[in-house]
């Protein structure tokens, strides 16, 4: 019987690609919500949350993107952000010697579990940072409401 021998990395990318695939049938078998693509086509902004003035902020870094390349949409508590970074080879450029900027789709979810009025949600995109503002809602749970008691009229 004959090996054949991969490089390391060939052998990672494989295991990976195989254990995502293996994650997805379990999640569609389960029935539960989970973003399509592998973690080899895609890309992960990084993200902080923070609160400040009766709102939730939440920053995004997604250098070289326009703002029509960026999709935002607020449901059920979880806000999702996603977007198409495109490949930029530079012109007469042959091949790489290194690579690290990451391109391609990407889509990010944050649960929120803060009452938000995403009908005055805000986003701005500058320097390369998306800002997403989300008004608070005052929260109602914990809040004792008197019910008054009537007599029945008999």
């Not at 895609?42 to 250098?63: H, I, K, N, Q, R």
């Not at 999702?80 to 010697?97: I, K, M, N, Y």
């Not at 009452?115 to 998306?130: E, F, I, K, M, S």
Request: include cysteine; glycine fraction near 8%.
């Amino acid at each position: 019987m004959a090996l054949t021998r991969r490089s390391t990395s060939e052998g990672l990318h494989e295991e990976l690609k195989h254990a995502w695939q293996e994650l997805e049938r379990l999640f569609a078998r389960l029935g539960l919500p989970h973003e399509s693509a592998s973690p080899a086509e895609s890309w992960t902004p990084c993200v902080d949350v923070f609160e400040a003035d009766g709102a939730l902020t939440v920053v995004m870094e997604v250098p070289g993107l326009a703002p029509e390349s960026i999709q935002v949409s607020w449901s059920s508590g979880r806000l999702t952000v996603s977007g198409d970074r495109r490949e930029r080879r530079p012109s007469g450029a042959v091949a790489f010697l290194c690579m690290e900027r990451p391109h391609g789709r990407f889509t990010r979810m944050v649960s929120l579990d803060v009452p938000v009025d995403a009908r005055r949600a805000q986003a701005r995109l500058a320097g390369g940072l998306l800002t997403i503002l989300l008004p608070r809602l005052d929260d109602r749970r914990g809040r004792e409401t008197v019910i008054p008691v009537e007599r029945q009229k008999t």
